[in-house]
């Protein structure tokens, strides 16, 4: 989903985070608007349609948690990103299971949200140049074909040379496709696969990959750098994104 096309809709009490946020995707020609608590949000959706919900956790009146269950009781499937002041006591686990897509914690870059926010809708629409099978063993995106069984990495039909680590944390890649991940994230996900178990071993490995994969390791267009945030992984290759 471009940017133009998404219509965010942010809850919030803070007034200072909601014109912050508001002036920063209007740089980015993301239509925004905002309410400053939660009791009217139901009639709101009624004339408006937001692409995301960016709501805060803690607001006078109907919380956040209370709104998202009410939304969700009434049918209304409009992905939520939750927000939650830093110490404030919410289980992310919970607001995932009342019908949360993301939840981020106070303070956050903005970067960072619209990352999450493109991750998010992208869940919704599947990002286009990507195939998994079923069991997430066999992948195709653009001029690449992975067997994750078999340890096989096809580009053209040609066979590339991969080791053990490269294909754990291409498979690590590959299930979060355009998620931004952190390198305490990678750190975490491919060390479940044995893989390297420190945030300077996952830069390495990322450049190794990258080495195979990318036509210019030092521009690349599939293992997207995401500065002072980690990698985001782009299937069909789109070109770096401005401000990552």
């Known amino acids: 989903m471009l940017d133009a096309s998404i219509r965010s809709l942010l809850v919030d009490d803070d007034a200072d985070i909601c014109n912050l946020l508001q002036t920063f995707f209007a740089t980015r020609g993301i239509a925004c608007f905002s309410l400053h608590e939660a009791t009217h949000l139901e009639r709101t959706l009624r004339g408006e349609r937001p692409s995301i919900i960016v709501l805060d956790v803690m607001m006078p009146g109907v919380d956040g948690l209370t709104a998202l269950m009410s939304l969700r009781a009434r049918g209304d499937t409009t992905p939520v990103i939750m927000l939650s002041a830093h110490g404030v006591n919410f289980d992310r686990v919970i607001g995932l299971e009342l019908g949360a897509d993301d939840h981020m914690s106070k303070p956050f870059l903005p970067d960072e949200l619209l990352a999450r926010i493109h991750a998010v809708l992208r869940r919704e629409c599947p990002e286009p140049g990507l195939t998994i099978d079923a069991n997430s063993e066999l992948v195709r995106f653009g001029r690449f074909r992975v067997d994750f069984t078999t340890r096989t990495l096809l580009r053209d039909g040609e066979l590339l040379r991969a080791t053990s680590g490269e294909y754990a944390l291409l498979k690590v890649f590959v299930q979060?496709?355009?998620?931004?991940?952190?390198?305490?994230?990678?750190?975490?996900?491919?060390?479940?696969?044995?893989?390297?178990?420190?945030?300077?071993?996952?830069?390495?490995?990322?450049?190794?990959?990258?080495?195979?994969?990318?036509?210019?390791?030092?521009?690349?267009?599939?293992?997207?750098?995401?500065?002072?945030?980690?990698?985001?992984?782009?299937?069909?290759?789109?070109?770096?994104?401005?401000?990552?």
């Open 176 to 244: 979060h496709a355009m998620e931004p991940l952190s390198r305490s994230t990678l750190v975490d996900l491919r060390h479940r696969s044995k893989g390297a178990a420190t945030e300077r071993g996952i830069d390495l490995a990322v450049w190794r990959l990258r080495r195979i994969l990318e036509d210019n390791p030092s521009q690349p267009r599939l293992i997207q750098t995401m500065r002072g945030l980690g990698y985001i992984f782009v299937p069909n290759g789109g070109s770096e994104r401005d401000g990552f």
